[in-house]
């Protein structure tokens, strides 16, 4: 047996102790389970799950690169805090790229984009149907991801793939808002977006994706002027 071969069910059993740790973080951060704030306890987790602090700390690696949890100078680790004072300038950017990317993809898919989102919309439905709010949240994500990529400009896709994952706190808030029932109409935009894609009709692209982002962020707007007056845990 080759060292190779040695290694590599200790390698296996590191690396599915990673996902399962990485899983349940993200899902309790993005569900606002782990508020905004919370601190991180390595050593507690690690008892927690019977693990070294090393695949701990691998799955706290890519929770940080996605932007989800901070690293602080005592070394300590707290979920990111949402910069409420600034949303404007992220609704503003988002917005933006909702509408850059829509029609981009317009302008230069090819029919096996157009396969790749038909795909991630149906996942997105049934997300929907199931009132999987997780579920919705990543399917969304990938859904306007795969029109990003559609459009053939790695720089615009980066940036709204950045976006798109810095977001995903304020969309479970948006389905929150819903009680996790997203209104069919809303899942329909996205039919609308895809008819218009295929058509190559930038500018209905355009007024699409504005109006489908103006949308998510209204009604986002409108759940903070409700709620922030409560004790929401944010």
């Known amino acids: 047996m ?13 690396g599915s102790g990673v996902k399962l ?3 349940l ?27 070294s602090r090393t ?13 989800l949890i901070d690293t602080l100078p005592n070394r300590s680790t707290m979920v990111s805090n949402i910069d409420f004072l600034n949303l404007h300038t992220f609704f503003d950017a988002i917005t933006l790229m909702y509408r850059v990317s829509t029609r981009l993809a317009a302008q230069y898919h090819q029919p096996a984009d157009l396969e790749r989102i038909r795909a991630h919309q149906a ?16 399917t969304n994500r990938d859904f ?7 459009g053939r400009n790695p720089y615009y896709t980066a940036l709204f ?5 810095e977001g995903r706190r304020l969309l479970r808030l948006y389905y929150q808002s819903f009680n996790d029932r997203l209104p069919q109409e809303y899942s329909d935009e ?16 355009d007024r699409l994706a504005r109006a489908h982002a103006d949308q998510i962020v209204q009604q986002i707007q409108q759940f903070f002027a409700r709620d922030m007056r409560q004790d929401l845990p944010l």
């Open 21 to 23: 740790v990485y899983d």
């Open 144 to 150: 306007h991801a795969a029109i990003a990529e559609a």
């Open 2 to 14: 080759t060292q190779k071969d040695t290694a590599a069910p200790s390698d296996r059993r590191r």
């Open 161 to 165: 793939s950045r976006l798109l994952d």
């Open 55 to 67: 695949p701990i700390r691998e799955a706290l690696v890519r929770l940080a690169a996605e932007g």
């Open 123 to 138: 996942d997105f439905a049934a997300a929907v149907s199931a009132q999987d709010a997780l579920a919705m949240i990543s």
């Open 25 to 51: 973080l993200r899902n309790q951060i993005l569900d606002l389970d782990l508020p905004p704030g919370s601190i991180i306890d390595e050593i507690q987790l690690a008892e927690r799950f019977g693990m």
């Open 190 to 205: 996205h039919e609308a977006i895809i008819a218009a894609i295929e058509a190559r009709d930038l500018a209905l692209c």
